[in-house]
Nanobody, 124 residues
């Protein structure tokens, strides 16, 4: 089992920055891909970024490339999402997710473990 606790969301002005954190515990943390998704009420959960546990390879949604950076600290079992130049369309609940193994999938169905979510609100 993996437990994820995500934090760092708040309200910011457009153009601002936030850093989300995801603290993980559990034996499988170091074996699976970690990711961030976001969700707006009434819509499906949307892929934002992922990072491989093995080689640190990363992937981003087109909408966030060049603005968001995913990183990890294995020693602290933590994954981060640095978000710069935020836009109103980045508003949503951001969820940290962990897969049981390595995956390049962008589908939330490929991730078995989820944080509780942290709200990000970007105002214009």
């Amino acid at each position: 089992q993996v437990q994820l606790v995500d934090s760092g969301g708040r309200s910011v002005q457009a153009g601002g920055s936030l850093r989300l954190s995801c603290a993980a515990s559990g034996r499988t943390f170091n074996s699976g891909t970690m990711a961030w998704f976001r969700q707006v009420s009434g819509e499906e959960r949307e892929f934002v970024a992922h990072i491989s546990r093995y080689d640190g390879r990363v992937g981003y949604a087109d909408s966030v490339k060049g603005r968001f950076t995913i990183s990890r600290d294995n020693a602290k079992s933590t994954v981060f999402l640095q978000m710069n130049n935020l836009k109103p369309e980045d508003t949503g609940v951001y969820y940290c997710a962990a897969a049981a193994s390595s995956t390049s999938s962008l589908s939330p169905r490929s991730y078995a473990y989820w944080g509780q979510g942290t709200q990000v609100t970007v105002s214009s």
